[in-house]
Each structure stands twice: as structure tokens, then as C-alpha cells.
């Protein structure tokens, strides 16, 4: 007796029409000015250009540019487009002839050329680079701008031309027939003296094997080895006016009707694609593929569709039920799939139909957690309210009553000995072989709830429960002693590959694989490559792939990889991949004896054709798009430089040195997964190391030095396919004048002179002075007061003079210091340069004040830090300089030994104390007692190094720190104290 005789009879039973593919959609929302696609063609740069009545627009995967009559177009209907030997993109209008796109600029083709008055239907090339034009009233080529007629075929309309692979010319008239013309002469074929169905052509094309595809407003026509035969359709095509063809990368042959959808053949059987199918509407123009393999349909009214992943098929759409929640999933012993829903929905799949099951069986909304069909006539369905047999002619239930332990069965599993082992939310329980009663095993205090169970090649059972991993043998289960140390829980799914290798899948731990060979098991989670650890099935194929179901998608392991090398070898699967069902359902894997592996989801059914996948192995395109300044938008031919007419981009960039400052937009061209594109750039000269990979589609470079850069650019589409060789591009920073060889040498001659001759007119400034107040002294000793004034006067002369010669020698540093490549010499400079500027605002400030004997202590302090930071650059490294000292005047010898001791410890805490973060240096001084103080420096940074004596020993810097407090009459300490803390005893002379 078969099933369809039992009791539980069907109530529906819904055809694999049902069945759903991956299509996307972009309309007016997304950016395409119209929404009636006349035609689609890729150009050499894998962008898509789309014809529209509402003007012209490229795709590049994400955005639309489009093309208008503002743009130069001579109209915005059009009808058909040609990309040329030589990548220029003809255009042919509905009502304005003929223009071409050549460098972002349009040319256009009418009467004047020799045109006549109306639209273009179709544009080709023949073989030697000639363009040839379909038209109202006849066939024309363009020679020499200027287009002649073709006199030997009739001046009436056509829809299409063609030159075929042997130079022949194809011309599709509007009414009558096919016209082919070749070195022998000329034929037209009809419906009346061929097999042609229609005399009325709307399109032609050829295939790569050489046939040549006639479609006609009822049907098509294909002509091949010299013979012209009917195409056959399949039954049911009610309006068979075929508008399009195009083969895809599988060989198969596509043909888009214009109110029936798109039909597929691959040389055996059609597949009738329609709204039902997932496309927007049944209204097809054209149709084309990409290189990627992507189909692409031009819609009236819909916009444009793009048709790919077509190994994952959908069954979302299942009659009454929409979008169902499949939760139950197995398959009996003549391959059929069965299916079970999470609102108690039950069926299964025969002869291309899915059956229903009447849903009276259990209560309303009950949850079918999963199935086990013994046979077609016997079938046990594990729900949220026990457990229930459905055979011939009687439905048995096994509840709470019969003695379960819980009402939530997740799976039966039959034993050796004829009895069925069940997992249930109270832990195991054991159905006896004559049905007659149920004993629960009481181990559910340490197993929890038991999800999944498992017979492995060596007829042990596994038992995967929310306390982690045990076995069951003769009514008892123990614990995997191995395996508990992992501590892994939630186990709701177990597989096993043809090496004997079991895999336990932990929601929210992710995969543990264990062999009785290992001496551990190995865990495999986000720690060590794997995307997601919400595991919720695990099934392992037929050509040994090990597929995981997980809360968000699907992943491919290839377990070869995984026994030999010890790592993942991973492709996901996911909504840009074509799986569109979202979470995987518990145990919700399985494969019919075809190869077809199917998904239980949370939006319905998916099946997966692996004969169908293929990887994208073409690698993205990638265009520099734009180049901007100060990141903000750059008309580069307002500022008088040179543009690529095809990018807009600048030609031979040469930038002034405060212009240093660059964007790169930049795009990376991959029409299946134009977002999962990835790039890493450098700019050479700047950085030789590549950058990590990003899905950022810009780069900026601030305060770049004069020199001469590459930026150079590479992308990945979503298969990790990189371009082979990076795109490029050069410019150059000129250097401003005052950085240049000569005029450094220049003016350093012109510093020395300057030095050498104000020192010699100080010198005899200096004696005439002297003898000049040697006889003031002797004549006018009552002029005392003045004289002393006069002194002071020039001891500020002198402090200041001094201050300028040691300016002069800071500047001949800096000079210095941007010639120097080594790293040491620099810093040496850099340090030496501290202490001169610390001598220099000693003698700034003495000159500055009344007092020339003492100085301001907090302020000296202050003037020399300030110069670390402009020389170090600490704002814009984020570190803060705190300064605690109170107002205190001290001797000039003594204020330079403490200036010259805080340069050398806030020198050393910017340089070393701050790898890569944020920090704060503290100055304070506090008195200790009389005249005797305390000085720290203390930074917040990373400490001191373990082998900071050693270097004590050999810094210059600490060993001037160590001397100048000896000359103190005080010693330093260093600490590590959330930090460095420098610390300074010494005491002032009253």
C-alpha cells in the first residue's frame, strides 16, 4: 500500500513552479532614469551600460551614471548599443540616429551623415572594423563619417543585424523574413519557404558553437550547418515572442519572451522562468551575460534584473504557506525529501510536486521538530507534543501519558535490538520494540536536554545534549571523558565523514572534530578562522565537503584540507552568495541520491545544486575615480592642470609642497558582489608596504614630502580572486624653494659670514668701549649711576647677541637635520638642538628683565618646553605637558643646569615613553627645606626598560643629567612608578 493511501490523505499538492532563484532588482529607486530596458552590454572595463527611454546609464555594480541630452546626447529614447573593436560605444536612438561615445564625449550620426529621418534598431561590426546600422528604410555603413545604404537588400525596416562568425551578413526584417548575404549572393528566408515561424524578426544572434538564433513574434528558428530549422518551444508558452538570446557560461541557451519571462534550455529540457520565478515581471526586452557569468534582463517597466548564484534554489513561496519556518527535515528510503514546519506543517517532495499532509494529525501550531521514515508507509514525527507514528490506515501518539519524560522530542533514532531511542527536553528515553510503553533514562540531571543522536561507523551512539557530549550502550550513558575537558555545550547537531572522524556542533562554541586516534579533540571557533559559531547542523556530503548550518548562512568545509594541513578551508554561503533562507534549522541538512543537498531555513526550503557552482574566477576591474585635495572636491582644470578626458583625472600631476595633502576615491568593478569587493593599496615612496586588506574604497596621505609617489591600487571580488598586476598611478610633490641644495648651501655661506662678521664688530665695539668707560671712571667718578646704567645696558647687549648667535646655530641644526637619513644622527641632532635652545632662552630671558643675575625659574621652565613640543610634534601625538612650579627666582648658572636637566628627561619621556598612545608629562618643584628643593619629571607612559642601567651607562643625555647634578650639589633617582618618575634633590645657594 503506499502512502498516498494512508489515512493522513493529502489535502494540496503544489508544482516545483513554486520554486524561487536569486534575482536582484534596480529600478527607478536605485538610480536608473527609466524604468523600460531596451538593451544591456559590458564594456572592456566590466561596466554595465543600460538603455533606457529616459537616457543612457553605466553601472558599475553599485551606482548608476546617467547620460541625457544635457550630457551632448541628440536624445534620450534609446534603442541599441554596440561596444566596437576598439571599446567605443555606439548608440542607435529611437528617434535622433546615431551617436558614439568615444573619451566622454558624444558624436553624433543623422541625416547630415547620411541617415535617414527616424530611430536605430541595431547597431554590429563587421569583421574588418566597419559599423553597420539597421534602420527604417534599410541597412547602412558608415565609411568615412558618412553613411551609405546597402543596396542589395530592400529599403523597409529591420529590427536586427548581425555579421556571423564568417563575415556573413543576417538582416531581420520587421515583415519579411530573414535576408543572408555572403560572396555567393543573397537569400531571404520565410515563413513561406522555411521552417521559419514568423516573418516578422526581432532579433538575431549567434552562439559560441556557430549556430545562428532566430527569434520571431512566434517563436524561434536556429540555422546551422547550412540548414535553416523551427526551434521548438515547450507547451504552454501562450504569446512565444521572442525578443532576446544570449549562452550562458554553462553552455546553456537563454531566450527572454516579451510577455512570457525567460526561458533556459540546456540542450535537453526548458526551465520557464517567470514572476513566479522571482522576476519583477513577466515583460522581458532583452537579455545578455556578463563575464562573471551574472544574467542580466532588461525589463518594460520593471527596470533591470540580474539573475545569478544559480545553484541555490528556493522554495519560499509553498502554496497556503508562505514563507514557512522548516524545522523538520529527513528523507525516507526512496530519496524523497520530507519536511516538517514550526506551526505543524508536514510534507513531502515526489515526481517534482510537494505534498501536504493533512494538519489535523496533532494539535494547531504544534512544532515538528524532526523525522524518521522507516518506510513509505511508516513515519515517526518528533513535535513539541510527543511523538507520532503515522501508518497504514492509523496515527499513533506517544505523549506525557505513555510515559515520556517531556512533551519536546527532538529525535527518534531506532536500536539494534528493535527498540527507538528518543531525545527529548527531559533527557533520553527508550520506546520498546512492541510499542507498548516508554522508559525514560534517568541521566538527565548531567546531560540536560538532548537534542541530537548519532550511530557512528563503529555502531556506537553519540548523544549531543545541552550538558555536552556522551554515549549510550545498554541503557546507560556515561560521559566522553576526552571530550568533557573541552567543556563543550549546546550540542544540537552531530556528523561523520568517511575517515570515521566525528564532528559536534555547539551553539555559540562552534565545531569539535574527534577521531579515536587523536589524543585530543580539535576545536574549531572564531579563535581559529571559523565565521560563526552558531552552530545548528552539521552534514557531511558525498564528495566529502562537511557543510555547517549556522544562525546566519551556510559554510563549505573541505575536510581534506582540514585532515592534512589542520585548518579550515572555508566558503561561506550567504545572502550575496545566493542563499537567501537565513538561519539553518536544527539537524535541517540532507542530500538525495542525485547530489542535491537541501537546507531546512527559517524562510522556507533551499536546495543546492553543486553540478552548478562555480567560483567567480574574474577579478574585479578597478578605476580611480577621483583624486581630491584637503579631502574636499577638486575641479582639477579650474587650477589649470591637464585632464584624461575618459576619468577626468589630472595628466603628469605636479604639485607645489603645501598641496600635500591627497584622496584616492577608487572602485573595484565585480558585478556578482560589487559590496564583499576588497582592496589593499600603498603609495610607493611613501610606504612600500601594502595596506591590510579593507573594504574602504578611498586611501588619504596628509603632509606628504616633496618627492615623487606611485599609488598603486589592487582589489578582490568575493571569492578572494585579486587582480594580477595593480593599477597605478604617479605625481609629484615639488619642493619649495627654500629646500632646495643650492639655496641651502647659500644660505648657510650667509649665516657663517654673518657670524663671523658680528662677532669681530662686537670685539672692537667692546675694546672702544672699555677704554672709553676706563677714562669716564678716572674723570667723573660722580657719573657712577649712569656708568652702572651704561653697564647693564650692555650685559643685555651681550645676552641678547649671545641669544642670536645661538639662534644662528639652531637654525644651521634644523637645516642640518632635514638632510640627515640615519635615524641615530638625527636623534643626536634633535637632542643637541634642545640643549642649545635651553642656552638660548636663559639668555633671552636674562636680557628681557631687570635682573641680570637671576631668572625666573616657572618661566624658563615653561619656554623650554614649549620648544620640545613644536619639535616633537606632541599635539599632534595627543601628549600634554603639566607644569607645577612655583615662582621662584634662581642664579643664571643654576637655571641652566635645571633647563638643561628637564630638556634631557622631557626629551627622553616624548621619544620613548609613547609608543602608539596618548600620555601626560608632570613638572613639579617643591621645597623641602630651607633652600633645599625637589625636582620631578614623572610621564605616564610605558616605564622603564629592564635593562634601563646598562643604558644609563651608555646615554650621553643621562650622563650630562647625572653631572649637572653634581654641580647642583644634589643627585636623581629613576622609578617605575606608573611610569618614569625622574627625581632631583639639590639645594640653592642663599
Known sequence: MRLLALIFLLVVSLSLQAQQFNFRNWSLEQGLPQSQVNDILQDHKGQLWVATLGGLSRFDGSTFHTYTKRDGMSSNSINCLLLDSRHRIWIGTTDQGLMLLSRNSFYVYDQKAGLPLGGVHSITEDNEGTIWAATDSGVYSLVKNKLARRTDLPRIRYNDILFSATNELWAGSDWQGVYRINAKGANNYTSANSTLPHNSINVLNQSPDGTIWIGTANGAATFKLNKLENFELPPGIESPNIRDFTTDNYGHQWLSLRLNGVLKYDGKKFQHLTRYSGLRTDKVNCITTDREGNIWIGTSGQGLMQYRNPWFVHFFDMGEVKEPMISALAQDTRGRVWLGTDDGYAAFMEGGVLNWLQTDLWPKGTTLHGMWVAHENDVWVCTSNGLYRLGPGKVAHYGIAQGLPSAEVYQAMPLQNGKLLLATAAGLAILSPDQQGIKPLHASKFTGKVYALHRDSNGRVWVGAEKGVFRYENNTVTAVNDLEEQGFREILTIAEDESGTLYFGGFNY?????????????????????????????????????????????????????????????????????????????????????????????????????????????????????????????????????????????????????????????????????????????????????????????????????????????????????????????????????????????????????????????????????????????????????????????????????????????????????????????????????????????????????????????????AICEGLGATYGIRERHIKIKIAIPTIMVEADTALSLGLIVNELVSNSIKYAFPNRYGQIAIYLKPEQENAYTLTVHDDGIGLPPDFEERRKKSFGLQLVSSLAKKLGGNIEFQNNNGTKSILHFVLAS
Not at 836 to 848: N, P, T
Open 510 to 862: 562552534g565545531i569539535m572534530a574527534w577521531h579515536d586516534k587523536w589524543k585530543a579533540p580539535k576545536v574549531f571557533s572564531a579563535r581559529n578562522g571559523l565565521p560563526n559559531e552558531g552552530i545548528k547542523s552539521l552534514f557531511v556530503d558525498n564528495t566529502n565537503h562537511l557543510w555547517v548550518g549556522t544562525s546566519r548562512g551556510v559554510l563549505k568545509v573541505q575536510l581534506d584540507q582540514l585532515h592534512t594541513r589542520g585548518r579550515l578551508s572555508i566558503r561561506a554561503y550567504a545572502n550575496q552568495e545566493g542563499f537567501r533562507g537565513l538561519e539553518v534549522s536544527n539537524k535541517g541538512i540532507t542530500q538525495t541520491p542525485d547530489g542535491t543537498v537541501w537546507f531546512a531555513t527559517a524562510k522556507g526550503l533551499t536546495m543546492y545544486l553543486p553540478d552548478m557552482d562555480r567560483r567567480n574566477q574574474v577579478y574585479p576591474n578597478t578605476l580611480l575615480t577621483n583624486i581630491m585635495l584637503f579631502q574636499k572636491p577638486t575641479d582639477w582644470e579650474s587650477m589649470g592642470y591637464s585632464t584624461d578626458s575618459s576619468t577626468g583625472l589630472p595628466v603628469n600631476l605636479r604639485l607645489a609642497h603645501n598641496r600635500n595633502h591627497l584622496t584616492f576615491d577608487f572602485h573595484g568593478i565585480s558585478l556578482t558582489a560589487p559590496d564583499r569587493v576588497r582592496y589593499r593599496y600603498r603609495l610607493k615612496g611613501h610606504d612600500d608596504h601594502w595596506s591590510a586588506v579593507t573594504d574602504y574604497s578611498f586611501a588619504t596621505y596628509a603632509s606628504l614630502d616633496p618627492g615623487t609617489y606611485t599609488f598603486e591600487l589592487l582589489a578582490a571580488n568575493s571569492d578572494g580572486y585579486w587582480t594580477p598586476s595593480p593599477l597605478s598611478y604617479t605625481f609629484t610633490i615639488v619642493p619649495p624653494v627654500w629646500r632646495r641644495e643650492w639655496f641651502i648651501v647659500l644660505l648657510v655661506l650667509l649665516a657663517t659670514g654673518a657670524t663671523i662678521s658680528v662677532v669681530r664688530l662686537r670685539e672692537r665695539s667692546l675694546v672702544k668701549l672699555n677704554t672709553l668707560l676706563e677714562q669716564k671712571v678716572q674723570h667723573r667718578t660722580q657719573l657712577l649711576e649712569e656708568k652702572n646704567r651704561e653697564k647693564e645696558i650692555l650685559l643685555k647687549e651681550i645676552h641678547h647677541r649671545v641669544k642670536n648667535n645661538l639662534q644662528i646655530i639652531m637654525s644651521m641644526l634644523n637645516l642640518q637635520t632635514r638632510r640627515v637619513q640615519d635615524l641615530k644622527a638625527l636623534e643626536v641632532m634633535q637632542s643637541v638642538r634642545g640643549r642649545v635652545r635651553s642656552m638660548a632662552i636663559l639668555h633671552e630671558r636674562l636680557y628681557q628683565h631687570e635682573d641680570l643675575a637671576s631668572i625666573d625659574l616657572n618661566a624658563y621652565i615653561e
